[in-house]
C-alpha cells in the first residue's frame, strides 16, 4: 500500500537519505518495512529564523503486512500527517480517427510549441515546428555579441530562438498548479538535462545557463520521434479557406496543413497585427508593468536569513512582497544572485528582464516591480491597445538610453525625491547604463504606486530595501498584453478550424512550465481526434 507522509521537517544540515528511518521512527515500524519511498514535496520553512528546516511530503510503500495498520482517514502522529494515497495517473487518449494529409505544424519552439510538439511526435504525428530564431547554440553566440556592444539582430535575442523568452528568463520552474500534468511536464524536464529534484521541489529552479541543454535535448528527442525543426522560419501568412487552415507562408516558402498550433511567444508583435489581418478573434488582456528593482543580494541575505550566515547552505535568498491599494504593488521574477538582461524583440525600443545561473553568484539582487494594467488602462479598445502601450515607453527607454541600448538607470532614493543621479552607477546590466529618469517610462498610474510603495517596502525592510538599490525599466513583457481566443472543449480558434493558440503568447499561461502543460493539453485534443500519420 502507499502512504503519504506530511510535515517531515529535517535541518539543514541532515541528509535526505535520512527520510525512510525519519518515516519508520513515525510510524512505529522497521526500516526495512519501507520497500520504496520517493519525495513529493520539499520547502523550506523559514518563518523562525532560529529554526529554520526544510519540510518534505513522502509517499512511501509498505510490506503487505502492514496495510491494515494505516487504512482509512488521516492521522496525525507528533504534527505528522499520514494518509493513505493514491497518485492521480498521467493519460493520453487513444488517436483519434480523422485522416491527417500532413504533418502538423507548431509556430513557436518556446516552452508551449516544444512540449506540443513533443508529444505530438512520441504518438506518430511528426510535427513541423517553425521557429523565427535560431538553435540555441547559435542564439547564444549572438546574446553575448549584443551584450558587449554588438548590433540588435531582430529574430535571434533574449526573446526569439530556440527555447523562446524562457531561455533566458531565470529559469523558475514554478507553477501555481498540481496535478499528472504538471509533474509530466517536470519530468520531461528533468529527463532532459534538468535535476531530478524539479519534480518536488517547492520553488524549482535551473538557471539560465542550464536551460539552453535542455532545450536542446528536447529538441533531439522529438527528432528521434519522427518531428522536424526549421530554423530561421518566420511565418508571415496563414492560407484560410472556409474558415479551414490550408497551410501557412513562411520566409521559407508555403507548408501545407490541416492543423497549425500558434505557439508564438507573448513578444511576436508582427503575428499578432497578421493574425488580426486574417480575422483570429484577438482580445486585449490584462499585464504585468513596472520597473525592475536592483540590491545588493548581501542585503536581501541579512534581511531573510538575519545574522546567521546561511548563503553556504541556502544560497542567495529571494523574497515576495506586495503593497496593497488602488493598483497593488507585488515583486515579480525575483532573480537571486541575478542579471539585468534586456527583453528587445524590435529595433529602437528597449525593456527589461532579469536573469541568474544556477549558482546565483552575482553580487546583485533584482526583481520586478509591478502592477497588473486592465484593458481599461490602455486608452483603447483596440485589440492591440496594449502593445502600443508598452511600445510608447519602450521606444522613450531606447531614447533616454543614448539609442544604444544602454539601460536607463536611477537610484531609487533619487526616484523618490524627484532628482537626477549623477556619477557611475553599478549595475549588473552587461552593456551599460546611463542616468535617466525612471518616471517618464512607465504609466502614471504605476508611477503612482511606485511613489506610495516604495517607502512602505523600506519600512518593512528596516531600511534594508532601498538602500543601495537602483531602479531600471520599463519592465513591461512579463505577460501578454494580448488573448487570442479559442474554444474550451476544442482549443481551436472559434471558426477557424485547425487552428490552436496555447501558451504565453495566446493568453493562456503564465510562466515556462504552465506554458508547457498548455501545449500538452492541446497535444492531447490533436491526438484525440486525428490518427497519427502513416509512417514513411
Known amino acids: 500500500m502507499a502512504l503519504r507522509v506530511r510535515n517531515l521537517r529535517l535541518g539543514l544540515n541532515d541528509s535526505e537519505q535520512g527520510l525512510p528511518e525519519r518515516v519508520a521512527q ?66 493520453m487518449p487513444d488517436p483519434g480517427k480523422e485522416p491527417l494529409q500532413h504533418p502538423p505544424v507548431i509556430v513557436g519552439s518556446g516552452p508551449a510549441g516544444l512540449a506540443a510538439a513533443y508529444f505530438l511526435a512520441q504518438y506518430g504525428y511528426r ?25 540588435h539582430d531582430p529574430e535571434s535575442n533574449y526573446l526569439f530562438g530556440e527555447g523562446g523568452a524562457g531561455t533566458f528568463s531565470d529559469g523558475k520552474l514554478t507553477c501555481r498548479n498540481s496535478g499528472p ?26 538557471g539560465s545557463n542550464r536551460l539552453p541543454a535542455v532545450v536542446k535535448a528536447l529538441r533531439q528527442r522529438i527528432e528521434r520521434f519522427g518531428g522536424t525543426f526549421r530554423f530561421q522560419c518566420r511565418v508571415d501568412d496563414l492560407d484560410i479557406i472556409d474558415g479551414r487552415i490550408r497551410g501557412v507562408c513562411t520566409t521559407s516558402g508555403y507548408i501545407p496543413a490541416q492543423v497549425v498550433v500558434l505557439a508564438i511567444g507573448h513578444s511576436a508583435r508582427d503575428t499578432y497585427a497578421m493574425l488580426l489581418r486574417r480575422g483570429l478573434p484577438l482580445v486585449p488582456k490584462p499585464f504585468q ?43 515579480f521574477c ?25 549558482r546565483r553568484d552575482s553580487p546583485f539582487a533584482n526583481s ?46 533619487d526616484f523618490l525625491a524627484g532628482r537626477p543621479s549623477r556619477g557611475k552607477i553599478p549595475c549588473s546590466y552587461r552593456r551599460g547604463v546611463v542616468p535617466a529618469d525612471i518616471a517618464e517610462l512607465v504609466p502614471v498610474m504605476v508611477l503612482r504606486a511606485l511613489q506610495r510603495g516604495l517607502p512602505i517596502l523600506d519600512r518593512r525592510w528596516h531600511g534594508l530595501f532601498l538602500r543601495d538599490a537602483t531602479l531600471v525599466g520599463p519592465e513591461a513583457r512579463g505577460s501578454s498584453p494580448v488573448r487570442i481566443m479559442r474554444d474550451e472543449q476544442t482549443r481551436m480558434c472559434p471558426g477557424f478550424d485547425g487552428i490552436y493558440p496555447i501558451g504565453e503568447g495566446a493568453g493562456y499561461a503564465g510562466g515556462i512550465v504552465s506554458a508547457a502543460v498548455d501545449g500538452l493539453r492541446t497535444a492531447r485534443v490533436i491526438i484525440a481526434r486525428f490518427a497519427p500519420l502513416e509512417k514513411k
Open 26 to 91: 513515525v510510524l512505529g515500524i522497521r526500516r526495512e518495512d519501507i520497500l520504496h519511498w520517493r519525495i513529493l514535496r520539499k520547502s523550506l520553512d523559514a518563518r523562525d529564523k532560529q529554526d529554520l528546516a526544510f519540510v518534505y511530503s513522502v509517499e512511501v510503500n509498505l510490506a503487505d503486512d502492514l496495510q491494515g495498520r494505516f487504512d482509512g482517514a488521516p492521522r496525525t502522529l507528533n504534527s505528522v500527517v499520514v494518509e493513505p494515497y493514491v497518485e492521480p495517473p498521467f493519460s
Open 127 to 151: 510535427p513541423i515546428v517553425l521557429e523565427r530564431g535560431k538553435p540555441v547554440r547559435e542564439r547564444i553566440h549572438d546574446i553575448r555579441r549584443f551584450d558587449a556592444g554588438g548590433p
Open 368 to 413: 520586478g516591480l509591478v502592477v497588473t494594467l486592465e484593458p481599461h488602462h490602455f486608452g483603447s479598445e483596440h485589440p492591440l491597445a496594449g502593445v502600443e502601450l508598452q511600445r510608447r515607453f519602450e521606444r522613450r527607454a531606447w531614447e533616454l538610453g543614448r539609442r544604444q541600448y544602454y539601460c536607463p538607470i536611477q537610484w531609487a532614493r
Open 289 to 331: 508593468f513596472g520597473v525592475r528593482i536592483e540590491q545588493p543580494q548581501e542585503n536581501v541575505n541579512r534581511f531573510q536569513y538575519g545574522g546567521v550566515p546561511l548563503e553556504a547552505q541556502l544560497g542567495a535568498a529571494d523574497y515576495n512582497v506586495i503593497v496593497h491599494g488602488q493598483l497593488d504593488l507585488y515583486s
Open 181 to 206: 500534468d504538471v509533474r509530466r511536464i517536470l519530468e520531461l524536464f528533468a529527463e532532459c538535462k534538468g535535476k531530478p529534484s524539479l519534480v518536488y521541489e517547492y520553488r524549482p529552479h535551473l
Open 334 to 358: 525575483m532573480c537571486a544572485g541575478g542579471h539585468v538582461i534586456p527583453s528587445v524583440s524590435e529595433p529602437g525600443h528597449f525593456c527589461t528582464n532579469g536573469m541568474s545561473y544556477s
